[in-house]
């Protein structure tokens, strides 16, 4: 049934409703979770849980609930809208999928860790929509039965080339290996060419993300570089004006002033001989650790959630080669 249509009926308009305050309820449960797992999920292999994660305070539910909150309540509303009538398997396991990679996402931008347990339920809860789509002969996600494995296939590929790129240009790693599996697991799901339009908005997402925080430094660079220069020409101010009080009195006694000058050694101004420190560089750049996996779970979600737009555009590009 079509969004509008859906809308129009009693049980379509309570049900959409209903996704808010769902939504709003996992998120913050969700942020219970993440505080609540085992700490040696959030740790990379060998690695010991600091005090941080031991202690079970890792996420707060305003900086992490809130914006979870509002992106599992608008992502379930617009699953729900599409996913509606006759398709209550899908909305249930594309609702899971949406809950776990938000859960991914807030792991990984904090600790640079997606949860192999995560991954490996998205992965499950993927093959079992994806057989039901087949089975039932829906082909919804799916028009042929190699798709789903040609997507995981393509997911991990695409993960792994730019992993060997990033090692032969930086020499250091260009994603974690968690990035190549848990695109593995959504290629289950986004089968061909989904995985494609998922690489796309994953990529479209970072460098939107990247050009915000890259403007945002500059911004407060600028604002920073006023405020030290304003507090290294305060002392010259003061100088300056001590000097013009220096020049006053000269001029109302000169005899004593010269004589003064003359007994007076003369200081030289070795301002030459400072030493002058360099610019350090920045640190964050080319090379660096990049956190892919909020990326890729924002695009699993997007792809759900713009399902119908997303094919709906596809097929229209499509049509201007016919």
Same mark, same amino acid.
């Given at each position: ?31 219970? *979770? ?13 690695? %010991? ?8 305070? =890792?996420?707060?539910?305003?900086? %992490? ?8 309540? /608008?992502?379930?509303?617009?699953? =729900? ?13 594309? $609702? ?7 859960? *991914? ?30 089975? =039932? ?9 190699? $798709? ?19 090692? !032969? ?10 990035? /190549? ?18 690489? !796309?908005? $994953? !990529?479209? %997402? ?11 430094? =500059?911004?407060?660079?600028?604002? %920073? ?58 640190? /964050? ?14 695009? /699993? ?22």
């Amino acid at each position: 049934m079509q969004p509008f249509e859906y809308l129009n009926t009693t049980y379509g308009l309570i049900w959409t409703i209903s996704c808010i305050p769902i939504g709003c309820l996992l998120a913050f449960f969700g942020v219970w *979770i993440l505080n609540h797992i085992p700490a040696k999920w959030l740790c990379d292999y060998n690695e %010991t849980p600091d005090a941080e994660l031991l202690s079970g305070k =890792r996420f707060s539910y305003v900086s %992490t609930g809130i914006p979870t909150a509002i992106a599992m309540a /608008v992502c379930l509303v617009l699953c =729900r809208l599409q996913f509606n009538k006759g398709y209550d398997i899908y909305f249930l396991l594309l $609702s899971l999928i949406i809950y776990i990679a938000l859960l *991914i996402a807030a792991s990984d931008l904090k600790y640079q860790i997606i949860p192999d347990q995560f991954t490996i339920a998205i992965g499950v809860l993927a093959a079992a929509v994806s057989v039901y789509d087949l089975v =039932r002969g829906f082909n919804i996600l799916h028009g042929a039965w190699w $798709s789903p494995l040609a997507g995981a296939g393509i997911g991990a590929a695409v993960m792994i080339l730019i992993d060997v790129i990033g090692m !032969i240009v930086y020499h250091r790693d260009g994603m974690g290996f968690g990035d /190549v599996k848990l695109f593995l697991a959504i290629g289950i799901l986004t089968g061909f060419p989904g995985t494609i339009y998922a690489f !796309i908005i $994953s !990529i479209l %997402t970072a460098t939107v993300f990247f050009v915000i925080i890259i403007v945002l430094s =500059r911004i407060m660079g600028a604002k %920073t570089g006023t405020a030290e220069e304003a507090a290294e020409n305060k002392p010259e101010a003061e100088t300056m004006q001590g000097a013009d009080a220096a020049a006053m009195t000269e001029e109302k006694d000169p005899e004593k002033n010269t004589d003064e000058k003359e007994g007076s050694p003369v200081q030289e101004i070795d301002g030459e001989d400072d030493e002058q420190t360099e610019p350090e560089e920045n640190e /964050v750049g080319f090379g660096s650790y990049l956190a892919f996996g909020p990326y890729i779970a924002i695009a /699993v979600c997007a792809y759900i959630a713009l399902f119908d737009l997303i094919q709906y555009l596809t097929g229209l590009y499509l049509s201007l080669f016919n």
